[in-house]
């Protein structure tokens, strides 16, 4: 975990993004705790990594410079993987066409990666957040939210509904 906050620092991360980080790294692992075949160490890791892109970029493409900068760091694909399709509820290859990201998948595929991707939809700023404020703050930004919308209460309704008192 130390060395993913050096990583962050090092590459001038901004102070406010290592505290979302941090913040989707705790809410990650209250999410992973649920799970007995979870790989703990990799949802750190990933949680920590997820945002190593806005060193460079804010926009979308911060996932994507994200790997490679994480790639240079040695992470493995596992780690990459999460980098890359944390965004929302994930971006299907039709959508990443439209934004210009090429014809790719961004759907989180494990379930390392849909944590993490679930934690960060979770966590606005440094602080946890509700699924209404995340839909009600979509539907303000995206422009035909439906699809996204669909997708991210999927994602709650695999990893945290069932555990909800």
Known sequence: ??????LLKKENTPENVI??????????MK???????????LIQKGALLHDIGR????GITHAIVGVEIARGYGYGEDVLNIIERHIGAGI????????????KSYVP????????AHADNLVSGSEEVDLDFVIEKW?????NPDDNIK????LDNELIKPFEE
């Open 1 to 6: 975990m130390n060395r993913e906050i050096e």
């Open 19 to 28: 505290e979302h980080s941090k913040a989707v790294c705790t809410k990650a």
């Open 31 to 41: 999410i992973a705790s649920n799970f007995d075949n979870v790989d703990c160490d």
């Open 55 to 58: 060193s460079r970029t804010h």
């Open 92 to 103: 299907t290859e039709s959508e990443a066409k439209d934004l210009g990201l090429g014809e």
């Open 109 to 116: 595929q494990t379930l390392e990666e849909k944590i993490v």
């Open 139 to 143: 539907k303000r930004r995206i422009e």
């Open 151 to 154: 997708r991210l209460i999927e």
